[in-house]
């Protein structure tokens, strides 16, 4: 599903002394069948950009089109509710998602506004855990007991259940060790790749983003103040340094060998891609 926004403006506590402009003339494009980053500092917006695509929040101003719908404010929704089915949304904190007793519930949860039948949706619980790396030895426990990187599995695994054409990630890797960290990314690849999907993640985490994305938006104080492909923002020292973002560790290593050795191995966003590189300038 293709996102555009329009002229959005979002203020906080709208109508009282504390009204606060959260986000500032926000326009761009996200196409269908995409993996599209936003980075920042902390309190720039990122979050509510995801919670505007996601219909939880609506723009004070301006007009948000998904798809074939658009967003527009609380008093212009439409058929606003017949999106939401097509949006998962898993949030930087995901126990705030849970409020049953058990991991099966959950996901259950999740299906419940959909006709399956029983075998339908046992498969679909049992498959959206497989997808996250999780097994069936986890319906039984309560995700309130789980490690905060399991309750974030759990937390995909229950929109990877019901299928949704778009994907929104806050902080998706926060709580996971390398592995999972590995297994997200290729997960994330083989969803839009496969399956067709688009995904947009809020992230601080840049190796990562730099791996999987193929657009990336940069927030500051509530405005974007660039976009680019991953390659042209993520090389750019002076952008990332200047609003406080990491620089991806591969990129670093690429632009260290170049300044000390004057061995310009390039932009490379697969490691085992930048050691076939080093091996062969060193041979």
Known sequence: MEIKFENINYFCNEKTPLKTEILKNINFTIKENTIT??????????????????????????????????????????????????IGLVYQDPEKQFF???????????????????????????????????????????????????????????????????????????GLDASSRKHLMKLLKMMKLRYNKTIVIVSSDTDVLHTVSDQVLVLNEGRIVTSGDKYTIFGDYDLLNKYHINIP???????????????????????????????????
């Open 37 to 86: 980053s936003i980075i920042g500092p902390n309190g720039s917006g990122k979050s509510t950009i995801l919670e505007l695509i996601g219909a939880l929040k609506f723009p004070s101003s301006g007009i948000i089109t998904i798809g074939n719908y658009q967003i527009k404010s609380k008093k212009q929704i439409g058929d606003i509710e017949k999106l939401r089915p097509s």
């Open 100 to 174: 049953l007793k058990t991991v099966r519930e959950e996901i259950e949860f999740a299906l419940q506004n959909f006709n399956f039948k029983l075998t339908e949706k046992d498969k679909r619980v049992s498959d959206s855990l497989r997808m996250v790396g999780l097994n069936d030895d986890y319906l039984n426990r309560s995700p309130l007991e789980l490690s905060r990187g399991e309750q974030r599995k759990v937390a995909l695994a229950m929109i990877l259940s019901f299928n949704p054409k778009l994907i929104l990630l806050d902080e998706p890797t926060m």
């Open 249 to 283: 560790k591969i990129i670093e290593f690429s632009n260290l060998v170049k300044h000390k050795k004057n061995i310009n191995i390039g932009y490379r966003d697969d490691i085992n891609d930048l050691m076939k590189d080093v091996y062969r300038y060193v041979k």
